[in-house]
């Protein structure tokens, strides 16, 4: 389920430049072109972390583990895993199989909401 209006390339450079990927020109919607984090012009696009799930599982992983806590209540809410106010519902076999069944593009939501709650 989509919950958040931005498009895949907007939540992908989010991720990408927390993640030290370095745009080599242009704004958001004209990012084609990255340096990697050694800086190095290696000619690739950052990783597509709306659709690839081991480059959001990658992203994920460079979180603080004290916002850990903050991603597992978003992908929650994301998934529909919380009562219709957010309040906790518990989880149930199917509510765990949800969450660990998110998209790609589930988890850059969930990921980039707790990067914008850092920035904060």
Same mark, same amino acid.
């Given at each position: 389920?989509? @919950?958040?209006?931005? @498009? ?7 991720i !990408?430049?927390?993640?030290?990927? +370095?745009? /080599? =020109? &242009? ?10 984090? /050694? ?6 696009? !950052?990783?597509? =972390?709306?659709?690839?799930?081991q +480059?959001?599982h990658?992203?994920?992983? @460079?979180?603080?583990?004290?916002y850990?806590?903050? =991603? ?6 994301? /998934? &529909? ?7 906790d519902? &518990? ?6 199989f ?12 969930a990921l ?9």
């Open positions: 389920m989509n @919950t958040d209006n931005r @498009t895949d390339e907007e939540l992908n450079c989010i !990408a430049e927390r993640c030290k990927w +370095a745009p /080599t =020109y &242009g704004d958001h919607a004209l990012r084609t072109a990255w340096l990697d984090i /050694t800086g190095q012009d290696i000619g690739l696009r !950052a990783p597509n =972390y709306c659709k690839d799930l +480059a959001i990658n992203a994920v992983m @460079t979180l603080d583990p004290h850990h806590w903050a =991603y597992g209540d978003h992908i929650r809410s994301i /998934t &529909g895993c919380l009562g219709p106010n957010g309040e519902i &518990g989880l149930s076999g199917f509510g765990v949800t969450i660990a069944h998110a998209s790609a593009r589930e988890r850059a939501e980039v909401r707790v990067l914008e709650e850092i920035d904060k």
